[in-house]
């Protein structure tokens, strides 16, 4: 904690730098020729020593601004807005002006076009657009996208590279208008480089799909990055190469050509020190396909994943990563009725896992403590073709192939210690999962008042894990008819096959300006078939099958949803309203030993939403949905499946689908004349019905089997930030809460999980002389789990700091530094943890090389605290993580 006070030291003195330099408020409004208010005019104060924006801000609904100057310094005064002649005048300040400053501005009849004047506002909105022009707002030491989004006002980046704008999330980034990489906003933010950037532009409500203009109900938030006039038509991009002690290398490239016709990204990384190009997160979303066309109509069917028992490695989970990716993505228009693109991702990791657990079993007082190494090693492709075809504005159809391959190994070796007996386990699970989703869209306008389209997909899904456990304690002895000795060895076999299509057709009635019906009728079809059996090794090699039924499985299954759907949408002024119904009719029915089973059901769905928007950057939303949720063949399966060493599942004919109310209530502000923004939500679901699990525990052992549980389950989550940003520095607060309510039975015994999890968040974030940059965050966490007759609280305090400082001529030291108070409150331990990173790069003004020193986990810290909470198990981990390192790495810009 010491290390932590310097930095506060530091930010005292930065603080007190901040006070001097002694502000004042230029206070002023901007109107037209006729006195009326002008909101969204942008005004600037230009320092006329520097030749750089000093300050800057948006005009708000009465016309007025504030921008905030060093008095008796000389600056340029600059107004503009689409349509009127540009305002200038030199003005200088001795203290804050008490009469508004008025800025008039008349009418151009002579300006061409608003890109002219695109390119001298800073920000710009029209409609559901705002563009920022990047240079406006940044240094001119950005590295990558990310840093220059971090500059603009209402932009949020966290460190996984995801984006928040307003605090609404981004779910796709453009390039030049094209989607790069899928819109992975990741892959965007860390690879594209800063200096290509030109403008930024938010797109609310996004849609590409051009007839459905006017019928519009996307609520997607997507930023399309607008790029340099003179990075086009050439290769840009940069190339790293690096290594250190102990074998640690890194090689990174990325190549990016961008023209009217043609635009090609390509990514390459190795490197065994923990940079993640490609996580097995981001592999899970890009292998999601396509999404489902009758989630929209509140109904859901979920298939589970391939890619079971696989850890998520992280720099602070894992220690030791090694990583390969290989990433193209194109787009080509061959003409303006054509567009081709795609992507192929290859990725191979290569993971080591270590962590000491402490579990308590629900409804029991005895503990377990579990020791566990694991590797993982992966190997997968991700493929995506389409194709897009407008002849014209009122007709669009596109066609998307998507399909992934992969060969993924899980071993680990573990240690269980429980009641005065020691499990030794050795396991290994290996699985070549792959997929083919296709998809095809229609969408025809035949005039202004009419829009008729038809989507269809299909999707073909293979997975085969095999689990392969080795224990020294016989595995449930009183179940499993094992015959050998210790050590003794399962091999439990399973195969899952599964085909999906859907269709739907919308029509869509556009009454007037405000008001318009939708009518959709669709169809889900889905056949999975599952085979599973369990063997048994022995010394020698050989294998038998455990000939029971009780332990095969050879099912099939069949789900159907028919579906009908009325929605209408109408808009009363700032108060938008869409309710709609859906009437859906399902089938349901399995085939298992010889005997079929299943059910029909017809449900009538409503939903509701509603949005006032005071302002174009402040509104107020709530949604409503009564949905249906429906499970696949794992969970009927009736025959006894291994899942671990003390874990076994059998599923059950007799489930039926679980229903839910969610409710949400979302606000948002962002302001433009202070930079003030506020944004939050409430969300609460109730599931009816829901998907449970009756649980017998004899030890550490227990056997899972699911049921529609009586009693309700229920979600209450919250969310909350503000923050404001000045000239020199930002401050940010937020918070979230979850409390979550769950049941099941144990050993025959109704149980009820109580789950209450709070995170508060301070954040300040300073930039002076353009040199220094400070950023200073404290997180604390506080995790309340209990059952019928066992609880646990955990509490984390985590401050944290970051710096970065430019001196001499070229040179720029970053360092950051978190400090971690972990305390179990159960029983009374604490455990303090601290990382420090640095690096210091060199860069020559104008040369295209970059050298850099690195150091990792430089305190040599071997291990970090979480917690986790499931059904029948409370955890706190000790995980341990890579060990500190030092790389050095050269840089070449292409």
């Given amino acids: 904690m010491r290390r932590f006070l310097v930095t506060l030291l530091l930010f005292g003195a930065v603080a007190g730098q901040l006070h001097a330099q002694g502000k004042v408020a230029l206070l002023g409004e901007v109107r037209d020729s006729l006195g009326i208010p002008l909101q969204f005019a942008n005004v600037m104060a230009l320092d006329t020593s520097t030749r750089k924006m000093a300050s800057f801000g948006v005009t708000n609904e009465a016309g007025a601004f504030r921008l905030n100057i060093e008095p008796g310094k000389v600056y340029k005064l600059q107004a503009s807005f689409i349509g009127y002649v540009p305002f200038e005048r030199i003005i200088s300040l001795s203290e804050s002006n008490e009469v508004p400053f008025l800025i008039t501005l008349k009418n151009d009849v002579t300006q061409l076009s608003d890109v002219e004047v695109v390119t001298e506002m800073p920000v710009l909105i029209q409609g559901d657009t705002v563009t920022y022009k990047a240079e406006a707002f940044t240094q001119g030491n950005e590295r990558k996208l990310e840093n220059v989004l971090e500059d603009l006002p209402g932009f949020e980046v966290d460190e996984d590279g995801g984006v928040k704008v307003q605090g609404k999330s981004v779910s796709k980034v453009l390039v030049d208008g094209k989607e790069f990489f899928e819109g992975d906003t990741k892959l965007a933010t860390k690879n594209l480089p800063a200096n290509v950037v030109d403008k930024v532009q938010v797109l609310q409500n996004y849609n590409d799909v051009g007839p459905l203009g006017g019928v519009n109900n996307s609520d997607q938030l997507a930023l399309n990055i607008q790029l340099k006039a003179d990075k086009k038509e050439m290769v840009f991009g940069d190339v790293t190469a690096g290594g250190g002690p102990e074998g640690r290398y890194l090689a990174h490239a990325n190549a990016f050509y961008y023209s009217p016709k043609t635009n090609i990204n390509l990514i390459a990384d190795a490197n065994n020190v923990g940079q993640l190009a490609f996580t097995m997160r981001d592999y899970f979303r890009f292998s999601g396909g396509f999404r489902s066309l009758a989630s929209s109509s509140g109904s859901s069917f979920s298939i589970n994943s391939g890619d079971m028992g696989i850890p998520m490695a992280e720099r602070n989970n894992a220690q030791d990563?090694?990583?390969?990716?290989?990433?193209?993505?194109?787009?080509?228009?061959?003409?303006?009725?054509?567009?081709?693109?795609?992507?192929?991702?290859?990725?191979?990791?290569?993971?080591?896992?270590?962590?000491?657990s402490d579990r308590t079993y629900v409804q029991q007082s005895d503990q377990e403590t579990l020791a566990s190494s694991s590797n993982v090693t992966s190997t997968s492709g991700l493929f995506k073709f389409g194709a897009k075809y407008i002849p014209n504005p009122d007709l669009q159809v596109d066609y998307s192939a998507f399909g992934r391959i992969a060969d993924i190994s899980n071993t680990a070796n573990q240690l269980s210690v429980f009641d005065g007996n020691n499990n030794q386990i050795n396991s290994g699970t290996t699985q070549q999962p792959f997929s083919v989703d296709q998809q095809l869209r229609a969408f025809y306008a035949p005039d202004e008042k009419n829009v008729v389209s038809?989507?269809?997909?299909?999707?073909?899904?293979?997975?085969?894990?095999?689990?392969?456990?080795?224990?020294?304690?016989?595995?449930?002895?009183?179940?499993?008819?094992?015959?050998g000795n210790s050590p003794f060895n399962l091999l439990q076999y399973k195969k899952v096959e599964t085909a999906k299509q859907e269709a739907a057709v919308n029509y869509y009635r556009i009454l007037n300006k405000t008001n318009h019906i939708n009518l959709k009728v669709g169809n889900v079809y889905n056949r999975q078939s599952m085979l599973s059996n369990l063997a048994e090794r022995f010394g020698d090699g050989t294998e038998s099958e455990i000939a029971d039924d009780d332990f095969t499985n050879n099912v099939d299954f069949t789900f159907e949803d028919y579906y009908l759907g009325l929605l209408y949408k109408t808009k009363l002024g700032d108060f938008e309203l869409t309710p709609s119904l859906n009437l859906h009719h399902y089938r349901v029915s399995n085939t298992q030993l010889g005997v079929e089973d299943g059910f029909d059901k017809t449900l009538l769905l409503p939903s509701f939403n509603a949005e006032y928007n005071f302002t174009n950057s402040h509104s107020l939303a709530l949604n409503y949905n009564l949905n249906a949720e429906f499970t696949d063949i794992e969970n009927y399966a009736q025959g006894i499946v291994v899942n671990g060493y003390n874990a076994l599942f059998q599923g059950n004919v007799d489930l039926r689908n679980s229903w839910y109310h969610n409710v949400r209530l979302n606000y948002n502000n962002f302001n433009m004349y202070n930079f003030l923004n506020i944004y939050g939500g409430l969300n609460y679901s109730r599931r009816m019905n829901d998907v449970s699990n009756i649980i017998q525990i004899d030890g550490v052992e227990r056997i899972n089997l699911p049921i529609n549980i009586d009693s309700p389950n229920e979600v209450v989550s919250g969310f909350?930030?503000?923050?404001?940003?000045?000239?020199?520095?930002?401050?940010?607060?937020?918070?979230?809460?979850?409390?979550?309510?769950?049941?099941?039975?144990?050993?025959?015994?109704?149980?009820?999980?109580?789950?209450?999890?709070?995170?508060?968040?301070?954040?300040?974030?300073?930039?002076?002389?353009?040199?220094?940059?400070?950023?200073?965050?404290?997180?604390?966490?506080?995790?309340?789990?209990?059952?019928?007759?066992?609880?646990n609280k955990f509490e984390n305090h985590q401050p944290k700091a970051k710096l970065s400082f430019d001196f001499l001529k070229?040179?720029?030291?970053?360092?950051?530094?978190?400090?971690?108070?972990?305390?179990?409150?159960?029983?009374?331990?604490?455990?303090?943890?601290?990382?420090l990173d640095t690096e210091l790069r060199y860069r020559k003004e104008g040369s295209p090389w970059e050298f850099k020193v690195e150091g990792m986990n430089l305190f040599n810290t071997t291990s970090i605290r979480r917690d986790s909470f499931s059904e029948s198990l409370i955890s706190t981990y000790a995980y341990y993580i890579q060990k500190r390192y030092w790389l050095f790495s050269v840089m070449y810009d292409l």
Wanted: glycine share 6%.
């Fill in 321 to 356: 990563l090694n990583n390969q990716l290989a990433a193209l993505s194109y787009n080509f228009t061959p003409s303006s009725k054509w567009m081709l693109s795609g992507f192929a991702i290859g990725s191979k990791v290569d993971n080591n896992f270590g962590s000491i």
């Fill in 810 to 835: 070229g040179f720029t030291f970053e360092t950051e530094y978190e400090y971690n108070r972990y305390v179990n409150t159960g029983n009374n331990t604490e455990t303090t943890f601290d990382l």
């Fill in 720 to 791: 909350a930030n503000i923050n404001k940003r000045f000239d020199h520095f930002r401050v940010g607060v937020g918070g979230n809460w979850s409390s979550s309510i769950t049941n099941n039975i144990i050993s025959d015994v109704s149980n009820q999980n109580k789950n209450f999890v709070q995170t508060y968040n301070v954040d300040f974030g300073t930039r002076l002389w353009k040199a220094l940059q400070l950023n200073l965050y404290y997180n604390l966490s506080f995790s309340n789990y209990s059952g019928n007759s066992t609880s």
């Fill in 454 to 483: 038809f989507e269809g997909s299909f999707k073909y899904q293979e997975k085969d894990p095999l689990y392969d456990l080795l224990t020294t304690e016989r595995p449930f002895a009183t179940l499993i008819p094992t015959t």
